[in-house]
Structure formats: C-alpha cells, structure tokens
C-alpha cells in the first residue's frame, strides 16, 4: 500500500510529458488521458484515505533513503481528506474547462498549453498535501507556482498579464522568506524532516524556536490570503478564465491553510502565536466580508467571501483543541467545494449574459431556472444556513471557542457570527440583483463578441467596470477574453459539460450534509492523530 503514495504526484506529471511530446494535436485524445490521469488520481487519493484510516499513516522514502537525506511522503487522515476533495473538484473543473474550450472553439487554439499546465498544478498539490519536510513542501510551492502563472496569463490580455505578475511577485517574496526558514530550521534541529523536527524543535531555545514559527506562518499567510497578507487575491483571481479562478479559488489558498495546519499541530504544539492567529482571524473576517459587501461584481464579491471565510479555519489552528481542529479540517473540506462551485457559477454567468456586473444583471431566476439553482443552493452552504455542511464546520468552530472560555476567544466567535450573518445578507444581495429582479433596461442580448487577446487596451478612463479588460463593449457584456485569448460570443446556450460539472460540484457540496455524521467522526480522528504527533512520527521513523 505505501508504494501507491507517490502516485498522485507521479502520474499526473508522468501524462504532462506524454502531453507536451503529443504536442497541439489529438485533441480527443488529449482530453481523454487529461480525464482519465485526474480519475486514477481521485481513485488512488480515496484508497489511501481510507488504508491512512484503517492503518495509520502511510510513509514512503524516495530511492529508500533514510531521514533526514531521503525525500519522504505521508498520508495520514488529514493528507488523505485533502487529496480527495481536492482530486475530486480538480477532475469536475477540468470537465467544466472541456466544455467552455468546446464553445471556445480551442481545436482552433494551443490546447497544448492549458492541459500540461493544469495537470502540474494538480501534481503541485498533490506534492504540498503529501509532503513529509520542508523542502518537498516547499518544491510543492514552487511547482503550482510555475503552473499558476501560466494559468492566470494563459490568453495573454493585458489584465491577465498585469495580475499574474503580481501573483508571482508576491509568491516569489513568500518563497524567499520560506527558503530563509528552511535554511534557518536547518541550521539549528540538523534536519528538514517534520517526525525528526517534531522532536528535535522541542530541544531549541525558546526564542529562536518562536522566530521559525513566525516565519513559517508568515510564508503560510500569504499563500492563504490571511489579512493582512491578503489584498493580492481581489485583483489576481477574477481576472482569469472561469476554471482557473475557480480551482484557484478553491484549492491555492487551502494549501497555506493545510499548511499552518500541518506545521502547527506537528512542529509547534502549544504554540505561542495562538492569540495572534485569533486577531488575524478576526480581521480576515472583517476586513473579507465588509469588502464582499461593498462589491458590485460577483467574482469580485466572491473573492473578498474567500478572504473572509479563511478566518474561520484559522481560527480553529489557534485554537489548536481537539474540537476546533476538527471543525477547521471540517470547514476547509467544505470551502474549498462550495468556494469551487460558487466561482464555476459565476464562469456561467458570465458565458450566458457577457458580465458578471451585479448591476447589468437580472431576471436570471425566471430566464435560467437551473442555474439559479445552482448558485442558490451553494450559497446557503457558504453563509452556514442548517442542517448544511457550512452550519455543521462553523457551529464546531464557535462551540470549541465558547469551551476555551478566554477572551481572546470570545471575540472570533462574536466575529464567526456576524460575518455568517454578512455573508446571508452579501448572497441574498447577489440573489435579488441578478436572479430575482427583473432584467435591467439595456441588458445584454445573446451573440455579443466578448473582448479577444489581440484587442488593444483602453485608457483607464474608457475602462469598463467588470472582471477583464479591452476595448468598450455594448452595455451590459463584461470584456473578458476567451478561454485561450480568442474572441468568443455569449449563448444562452451553455455546453452541457459546464452546468453538468457545476452540478456535480453542488452535489459533492451537499454530501457533506448528508454523510455528516460520517465525516465529523473522520475528523476528530484526524484531529487526534495530529495533537497526538506519535502515530505520524512513528510511522515516518519506524519504530
């Protein structure tokens, strides 16, 4: 069964080879395998999920070298959730980006580009979750971090070129302060290695052992948007194709959370930037959800929801109980989903009517009944309506901050509250403004040609308000370049693939709800197993 570890992260690079040598032709061809890779990978992620639940933690060494010169990867519970969900929503985008590159008309485009690089993303993930040291984590970084940038400019708009960049100047910052981590771990435990630093941590002086915390927290922040570390995610994210923003969206910023998960639970039990990791809780919240609500554009609004629901998981890792860890690990299960799928029916949105301007909207309830559907029912998740899975990870969270009964508590749990409250109020907004009410006068018709790579760019006095750029549009149609940077023309005709994928998501979302009982008793294993560090170290170590 431990040989099975690595190939997560084998196969989806293994195919991106097979891809590139293919080259832009055998389109169906390319599909195929890109389907087929993510299917295996979601099959291998639940097999090791559940052997990491029924055994223990699974643990491989690389060319079978020994700690600290092998390189090591572990499944446990927490790794082994992760790499399900996520293989899981990374297969439903891919579905969702094959059928917008169909009326994209990409047989017409380098199909070769997106493909290879969505599949390094996927094995760039696969690595962060499964890495068992520090370097590993950081090449994980490092690897989403070269496909993320071809993904976010991939069309080639001057917007998309402009945020990508800040994209990766703030990732290369994070990755030069994580390296400078590294070096520093290095130098005082003699070792990278999580099992070998969870005992050889407790050994260095306090002082120095709070700087490495510090300095890895910082790392993690930034790649989870937390405030204050988060103000790139607003202007990056909306601005690409649906299927990136949404992946993105769903998947980049668990990374850090995961992270911060991994190495406070491991490295750092007792920690001492508890109270610290509650205030930048607390703001994230704030900050994220007034920011939602000053918003007029739905991927914009869903942006700022992502920064403000990132301050519950955080929340939950300072806490660092038995409950709030579970409810942490609950809550990122469920947001990396309902975040997905949110951003996906935005991508819908903006195919059928050009724009995802809040203020050009309307009538959509009566016009598309089953894409109302698919936005309400994930947006009652998302603001934590009950009996769903966002009411199940947020009631965990402010039950084990009530039981911790310290000050510090008190005001994230106020702060978990009204900003579930504010999140019901910023969904009820998107509802009434582009679902409910009737379509504005001027609303765009079916056929407008939306804004392509080669279109020049506008003073910023000519600019549109909206998620792209180029050359003014007629009212109502958002200029937002075509999947690979071609011009294309909004449908009311959606293909299949799109709402089918989107629905999928929701139902995935909603298994939450009904396997809760299932998954909340998962979860406090995995939360035990990871306060307890034993089993993890053992099964690293060998003994």
Not at 51 to 61: C, K, M, N, Q
Not at 233 to 248: I, Q
Not at 526 to 537: G, K, Q, V
Request: some cysteine; charged content about 10%.
């Amino acid at each position: 069964m431990n040989a099975l570890v690595p190939l997560p992260v084998l196969l989806p690079l293994c195919v991106t080879g097979l891809k590139l040598a293919i080259g832009p032709r055998l389109h169906r061809f390319q599909r195929f395998i890109s389907l087929a890779v993510l299917g295996a990978v979601l099959v291998l992620s639940v097999v090791l999920m559940v052997a990491a639940d029924r055994h223990g933690p699974l643990s491989v060494h690389l060319g079978d070298f020994a700690p600290p010169v092998g390189i090591t990867l572990v499944v446990d519970r927490l790794a082994g959730l992760m790499l399900t969900v996520s293989s899981a929503v990374t297969l439903l985008v891919l579905v969702y980006s094959l059928g917008q590159g169909m009326a994209d008309r990409d047989d017409q485009a380098p199909v070769g580009v997106f493909h290879p690089a969505y599949l390094i993303l996927v094995a760039g993930v696969s690595c962060t979750f499964l890495a068992g040291d520090l370097v590993n984590l950081y090449v994980g970084f490092e690897i989403m971090l070269v496909a993320s940038f071809v993904l976010l400019t991939i069309g080639g708009t001057a917007t998309r070129i402009r945020a990508g960049s800040t994209y990766v100047i703030i990732s290369l910052f994070s990755s030069v302060l994580f390296l400078v981590a590294i070096a520093m771990t290095y130098a005082v435990a003699g070792t990278v290695n999580f099992a070998q630093l969870a005992e050889r941590l407790q050994e260095v002086p306090l002082g120095v052992r709070t700087l490495l915390e510090a300095m890895l927290l910082t790392v993690f922040a930034i790649k989870a948007a937390v405030f204050p570390l988060a103000a790139w995610l607003p202007d990056s994210y909306p601005t690409a194709p649906a299927p990136v923003t949404a992946v993105f969206a769903g998947l980049l910023t668990k990374v850090g959370v995961y992270s911060m998960l991994r190495t406070q639970t491991l490295l750092f039990p007792g920690h001492r930037l508890g109270d610290l990791l509650m205030l930048a809780a607390l703001a994230s919240m704030a900050v994220g959800i007034l920011g939602a609500v000053a918003q007029t554009d739905l991927k914009r609004v869903l942006s700022f929801t992502l920064i403000s629901h990132i301050g519950y998981m955080v929340f939950g890792i300072a806490l660092a109980g038995r409950a709030s860890i579970a409810g942490a690990i609950v809550y990122v299960a469920h947001h990396i989903t309902v975040q997905t799928t949110l951003f996906l029916v935005a991508g819908l949105v903006e195919r059928r009517d050009g724009t995802t301007e809040l203020t050009r909207l309307g009538g959509l309830a009566k016009a598309a009944p089953l894409l109302a559907v698919l936005f309400f029912v994930p947006a009652l998740n998302l603001a934590g309506i009950p009996p769903l899975s966002g009411f199940i990870g947020k009631l965990g969270l402010m039950r084990a901050g009530v039981a911790d009964g310290g000050g510090w508590a008190w005001a994230p749990v106020a702060g978990s509250a009204a900003t579930s409250l504010l999140t019901l109020y910023v969904m009820a907004k998107v509802w009434n403004l582009a679902f409910w009410r009737d379509a504005p006068p001027g609303a765009e018709e079916e056929g407008v040609v939306l804004e392509s790579a080669e279109d020049d760019e506008p003073d910023d006095e000519e600019r549109p308000t909206g998620s792209g750029s180029g050359l003014p549009v007629p009212a109502g149609a958002v200029v937002a370049a075509g999947f690979l940077g071609q011009s294309i023309t909004t449908s009311k005709r959606l293909p299949w693939p799109m709402p089918a994928a989107t629905g999928a998501a929701v139902a995935l979302g909603l298994s939450y709800t009904v396997f809760g009982g299932p998954l909340t008793t998962f979860t406090q294993a995995a939360a035990t197993e990871l306060l307890a560090r034993t089993p993890y170290i053992e099964a690293v170590l060998g003994r």
